[in-house]
């Protein structure tokens, strides 16, 4: 286990224990609000921006997270070195958030928090992707074995899809999830300029 990877663990799980023990009042300031959403809704604040993605909607939400954190976080790590994951990580929890709010921001359903560090795994997914694309990775159902490259592509489309065709009626921050996969890319996109502009 890798050192900023087993902070975020531990900084995740810590941040579900915090919810049971102080409940809504935690979601009220750490979870991502709809900016101008009205005097009846708490107020958007630049930490959520970082802060939901320490928080998480139940137990499932959290063991899926932790345990994809678990899979893929050390071995990017390893690749990228620790500061530039943990960077690396944050920008994808940042973007996938600007995503959800300008997704939201569109739509005509009341404002409801976000939270789940799910933004940063599709972004480690995308990394995985790109760096390890012929690497096998499993489904669980149905159990079918494919390249990294082609399940990062798939998940990604079906994101997309669900998206689009659940709209505003879905629990789960699709378009989040994109945001934090397209942050991802602009950012190895980004650094690998940085570096052949200097060679």
Known sequence: MTPVTRA?????FAGFGLQQLLG???LLTFALWQPGAGPYYPPFQPWQLVTYG????????LLFNM?????????IERLLGSRRFLTYFIVCVICAALAQIMVQGMSDGPPIPTVGASG?????????GLAFP???????FPPIP???WLFVTLYGLLELYLGFAQGGSSNVAHFAHLGGMAGGLLL???WRSRRNSRR
């Open 67 to 75: 345990f994809a954190l678990y899979m893929f976080g050390p071995e």
């Open 54 to 61: 320490f928080l998480h909607g139940g137990l499932t939400h």
């Open 146 to 148: 494919m390249p990294a």
């Open 120 to 128: 940063g795994i599709f972004g480690l997914l995308l990394a995985y």
């Open 188 to 190: 190895i996109f980004y």
């Open 8 to 12: 975020l663990l531990i900084a995740c």
């Open 134 to 140: 012929h690497r096998k990775l499993m489904l669980i």
């Open 24 to 26: 809504d009042g935690l």
